[in-house]
């Protein structure tokens, strides 16, 4: 049912729980492959998300997670939107769901690009970065130890990250592989090139159960993105033919440089084939401790072939954590965070060689002048 408001027309639906009609807006916010985003007229605290295509599937899935939702105090952070309510038109059909507003919260993929990082969050650290980092593996932790949920299209966009901290959210949920009570598998259809693990492409997704370590694999290129300014597959191709996408970069596992113990095999493979060569903006992964360069190893090299030796979460988070402890302020640029391990700053340094300022003193931030480019280009 649509009904005049404010000179347009608005949608009239009913909460299937609470048995309350609710309007939504006219104009949607964001419109996605399966779904468009719209804000409740009169209700700031939640959003409406309407399906391009209601099935009973997706709402049995979200059935299941409106019964796996924990409970929260007001006021609480909210590290997941979980599902509200079922929405009902008026002949009863479900046509999608209510979850929270996050409100000032921004997708994760503004901090992942350093212009946009500048711009929406002048004041971040390298060690704000670090902070993220590890409550987002935190929060992958706690979903799978749910041992009901993968996330499988796991990317920078369902992330959110609130202003003026480090805290972290989920959204998207719906999209998700739920196991439900009874054992019924809800699959994940789809994947975002960037971040899609090498198992899960060529195959028919909605014929099969993908596993935690599809997710793994896409935290850690998140991880990568945040603390080295790129995907671990950026670069300039170095080989015949034209340059492969993204898609095809993480099925052949072209990567730009080692990572630790994996040094001698980069350096074998890198002889023996076509390759990239690591973007001038890329920040080098000496400024990491020994053991996230392990686990990036482990991430990108051994994991590639054997999914299932990526690290957990919980490795990750307990890594992240332990660098974030021994990050040291720089004397002359109090911006600049590094480790103790080091003997100088490498954020001066990188200011000196490259020209490039990727943590300006926010009373004049000035983009640098070798960011992360706003999109992704092969040349």
């Known amino acids: 049912m ?88 008026p002949s009863g059909v479900a046509v999608g ?65 609130k202003n003026n901290s480090s805290l972290v959210s989920l959204i998207d949920l719906d999209g998700a592989q739920i196991t439900a009570a009874d054992g019924t598998i809800y699959p994940c259809r789809v994947i975002t090139d960037d971040y899609g693990a090498p198992e899960q492409r060529n195959v028919n997704l909605a014929d099969i159960e993908q596993l935690p370590s599809a997710d793994l694999f896409g935290l850690a290129v998140m991880l990568h993105q945040l603390m080295l300014a790129c995907s671990p597959y950026d670069g300039k191709w170095m080989g015949s033919g034209l340059p492969p996408h993204m898609g095809q970069r993480i099925e052949s596992n072209l990567l730009a440089r080692p990572y630790c113990d994996s040094a001698p095999r980069f350096r074998f493979w890198k002889r023996s084939q ?51 402890s021994n990050l040291i302020q720089c004397p002359s640029r109090p911006q600049h965070w590094y480790g103790n391990s080091l003997k100088f700053c490498p954020w001066c340094r990188l200011k000196k060689e490259k020209n490039a300022d990727y943590f300006p003193t926010p009373a004049r931030s000035q983009q640098p002048s070798n960011p992360t480019p706003r999109r992704t280009r092969y040349v």
């Open 2 to 89: 649509r009904r005049r408001h404010g000179g347009g027309l608005a949608m009239w639906l009913r909460e299937q729980i609470s048995g309350v009609d609710v309007q939504i807006d006219e104009n949607a916010i964001v419109s996605r492959g399966e779904g468009a985003i719209y804000r409740l007229i009169g209700n700031h605290s939640f959003i409406a998300k309407i399906y391009h295509k209601p099935s009973a599937e997706r709402t049995e899935k979200v059935q299941e997670l409106l019964a796996m939702r924990p409970c929260r105090k007001l006021g609480q952070h909210r590290d997941v939107a979980w599902p509200s309510d079922i929405l009902l038109d």
């Open 97 to 161: 769901h209510t979850m929270p507003w996050l409100g000032d919260a921004k997708p994760l993929s503004v901090l992942l690009n350093a212009h946009s990082r500048i711009d929406e969050f002048p004041t971040v650290t390298f060690k704000n970065l670090v902070s993220v980092a590890a409550n987002l593996a935190t929060l992958v932790d706690e979903i799978h130890a749910t041992k009901r949920i993968v996330l499988c299209d796991f990317n920078a966009d369902n992330v959110l990250v």
């Open 274 to 324: 076509d390759y990239i060569v690591e973007p001038h903006y890329a920040v080098p992964t000496d400024l990491l401790s020994d053991m996230i360069n392990s686990l990036l190893g482990r991430s990108f090299w051994d994991g590639h072939e054997k999914p299932e030796v990526r690290p957990t979460a919980r490795e990750w988070a307990d890594a992240l954590n332990q660098f974030r």
